[in-house]
């Protein structure tokens, strides 16, 4: 993944932040920072319910799980300072870390580890985000500092889950933590105004590193007003807009480039028609150029996918699945012809107004697809509708998003086209794959999975089950009297690294 830090003229931009762990750092330096962010977390302030990407990122900065991912991508301790696991593989026994708090002052217990675990599990009634969770057979309190974690089948992909913001340690005791979330993150929760902000304060109390800035901003903007704003000084940081809006900013801003880690596709309802029809879903394959997508709508910017996984998840990931749907016209409009639509058809593809980028694509779709006679229209949403229509309640045909993974498995992208899975909203079945799942739960030699994975991979491909069009570049502007901005493997946001230059 790139990494260069860039201060050009013209360029992208998308999200921000960074993270804690770098020696000599002063606890005291009293600052502020202010971050646009394209979408209010609306699905839910508790961790074991927020659904969004978009509001995982920002939570990742008050909550932690027993384990957490670092810039790389790998676990590290954080409630927990240690683990082990059984000759079998089914009990997994965390130490936990000692003198680690909530951001109300209460100590971490093992009774709350223990209900945090059930609770994002679905143990205690609540509808579970994680699907591996099922696979827990219970949770144990073993001493006031061991708790087990019993597994009813072998997961070797288990401690990644552990370190989601979906499983976050809280509370046992906070009845309300979609009103009032308590973490034990760098930084605490003070406030939020629907569709204005998210207001954050250092934790001084926190076990490990402090953050440099002492209070953060996390500030609702639309695509224009973010540019505006940025110039303006009101906001220090922004996320996600267009390749137009960014060329609109001087040198006066640092850049820093990435890739996003998601899977940006036109996502295809697959039980309404026509889409329930492979030829027609390999027809709107075939009638899709990535490239011009690219070219016209992110300056050439992007990394080519053909199935539901990205770069970053090196051996799972094949490159040469972007190529397996050349454009080619005439193909796509013998396929049509085939399904039973030789003159095309209208179909609507549903797009958050509030991503940019996303309407963009789907402006490029709709010109492209009409040269088949498929007829789309956008219809723009705002982002509650979209996650309770669309996400949720799987009514629509077509949508332009992109997904992420919640930890770095391969499971957390190719779980959901499982078809049993719950997050499964775009409603693809298919025997083969699911059969090619389910051996990949139980399957514990490593090169055994990743061919099984790979399998899946590619199967989705050949369904075409989406039209998958890329992993999307990433570029962040900041203000340049702060520096320290770190991108990850995954999709989150990172204050903790920022720092006043």
């Known amino acids: 993944m790139k990494k260069r830090l860039l201060t050009i003229l013209s360029v992208l931009l998308t999200l921000t932040i960074a993270l804690g762990g770098c020696s000599g750092r002063k606890a005291g330096d009293s600052s502020r920072i202010t971050v646009g962010i394209p979408q209010d977390l609306e699905d839910s302030l508790d961790p074991h319910k927020?659904?969004?990407?978009?509001?995982?990122?920002?939570?990742?900065?008050?909550?932690e799980g027993l384990l957490k991912p670092d810039v790389n991508g790998d676990l590290i301790p954080a409630v927990a300072k240690e683990y082990t696991v059984s000759e079998d593989g089914l009990t997994y026994s965390f130490i936990l870390r000692e003198g680690v708090k909530f951001h109300d002052g209460s100590p971490v217990t093992a009774e709350d580890v223990k209900y945090s675990i059930e609770k994002s599990a679905g143990m205690t009634g609540e509808e579970s985000l994680i699907a591996a969770f099922s696979n827990i057979s219970r949770v144990d309190k073993v001493s006031d500092t061991q708790?087990?974690?019993v597994l009813k089948e072998n997961d070797v992909d288990f401690p990644a889950y552990l370190a989601s913001v979906n499983a976050a340690v809280i509370p046992a005791a906070n009845a309300a933590p979609d009103v009032t979330p308590i973490g034990t993150g760098p930084y605490k929760y003070v406030s939020r105004s629907p569709q204005e902000n998210i207001i954050m304060q250092r934790f001084d109390d926190y076990w490990g590193e402090k953050a440099y800035i002492k209070d953060v901003e996390f500030k609702?903007?639309?695509?224009?007003?973010?540019?505006?704003?940025?110039?303006?000084g009101s906001i220090d940081m922004c996320a996600r807009v267009s390749v137009t809006q960014v060329k609109q900013l001087g040198d006066e801003f640092d850049m820093y480039e990435g890739s996003m880690n998601l899977v940006q596709a036109l996502y295809l309802n697959n039980a309404v028609k026509p889409f329930d029809d492979l030829k027609v879903r390999q027809a709107m394959c075939y009638a899709?150029?990535?490239?011009?997508?690219?070219?016209?709508?992110?300056?050439?910017?992007?990394?080519?996918?053909?199935?539901?996984?990205?770069?970053?998840?090196?051996?799972y990931f094949i490159p040469e699945l972007a190529d397996k749907y050349p454009r080619d016209i005439a193909k796509a409009k013998e396929l049509l012809k085939e399904a039973g639509y030789p003159n095309g058809f209208d179909m609507t593809i549903t797009v958050p107004s509030n991503y940019i980028p996303h309407v963009d694509t789907a402006q490029v779709l709709v010109q492209q697809l009409k040269e088949v006679g498929i007829n789309a229209t956008i219809d723009q949403v705002e982002w509650n509708t979209w996650l309770s229509d669309v996400y949720a309640g799987r009514k629509y045909e077509s949508t332009v998003i992109g997904v992420d993974a919640s930890s770095m498995t391969a499971e957390a992208l190719l779980g959901r086209f499982y078809s049993k899975a719950d997050n499964n909203f775009t409603n693809y079945s298919n025997p083969e794959y699911d059969k090619l799942y389910e051996e990949s739960k139980v399957t514990l030699d490593d090169s055994k999975r990743t061919e099984?994975?790979?399998?899946?991979?590619?199967?989705?491909?050949?369904d075409a089950a989406n039209v998958y069009i890329q992993d999307?570049?990433?570029?962040?502007?900041?203000n340049k009297k702060y520096e320290g901005y770190v991108f990850y493997p995954l999709y989150v946001q990172d204050i903790a690294r920022i720092k006043l230059k």
């Open 50 to 63: 927020a659904a969004a990407a978009g509001t995982r990122e920002v939570l990742f900065n008050v909550f």
């Open 452 to 462: 099984l994975f790979k399998a899946m991979e590619t199967l989705l491909a050949e």
């Open 472 to 478: 999307m570049a990433e570029f962040v502007p900041m």
């Open 147 to 149: 708790v087990d974690i």
């Open 220 to 232: 609702v903007e639309a695509g224009d007003a973010m540019i505006m704003d940025l110039k303006g």
């Open 288 to 315: 899709t150029d990535t490239q011009e997508i690219l070219d016209l709508a992110f300056d050439g910017y992007g990394a080519p996918i053909g199935s539901s996984v990205f770069p970053a998840f090196g051996k």
